[in-house]
């Protein structure tokens, strides 16, 4: 009875690493395979007061989508959002594009997935302050889905502007070890 008794506990043991070790492979593999890389372009140049910057949102590794809803985020004291224009993903595909640069939202509608890389919008900023450098600019994904409405796994990544004017701001450093911002 006693080597009955160890024998289960030896299976059940290695059953629970076994199990243990494949889920989150099997989990990893199912999230590369289905998930898109959203990305918001960096630019480095030099700004000015009413300078115009353009930034690229493009998508990587799309598993098919049929619409989105983005927020687009930044800080209204450094850049304004001047235009919102349609990407090569979705154009001349039946979607239907709505952006809205009061509300700094873009929305897209479709009944079936588009498929492939590319741009999938453009965001055209105003520059409103010298040294405007670090500013970052990312998006929200509100809303991300296929044409059979299921979620659509998506990563964020953010972009923005580093400005070469030399009008940035400079900390200075702090006695014992400090920093020096750009």
Known sequence: MKNRKRWLSVILTLAMV?????????AVGAGNENGA???????????????????????????????Y?????YKTEELTLK???????TTNK?????PNVEENK???????????DGTLFTLKFTVNEAGVDGAAVSVN?????????????VNIVA???????????????????GTTGG
């Open 106 to 116: 873009v929305v897209l509608a479709n009944t079936v997935n588009l498929e492939g």
């Open 141 to 153: 994904a509100v809303g991300f889905r296929n044409a059979e409405q299921a979620k659509v796994p």
């Open 18 to 26: 076994f199990t243990l070790c494949i889920t989150p492979a099997a």
């Open 37 to 67: 890389t959203v990305t918001v372009e960096k630019v480095t140049g030099e700004y000015t007061i009413g300078s115009e910057v353009t930034l690229t949102v493009s998508i990587a590794g799309n598993p098919g989508f049929a619409g």
């Open 69 to 73: 809803d983005f927020q687009v985020i």
């Open 94 to 98: 039946g979607a239907l594009f709505m």
């Open 83 to 89: 235009e919102i224009t349609q990407g090569t993903v």
């Open 159 to 177: 972009g923005g502007i580093n400005d070469t004017t030399g009008g940035g701001t400079t900390g200075g450093g702090t006695t014992g070890g």
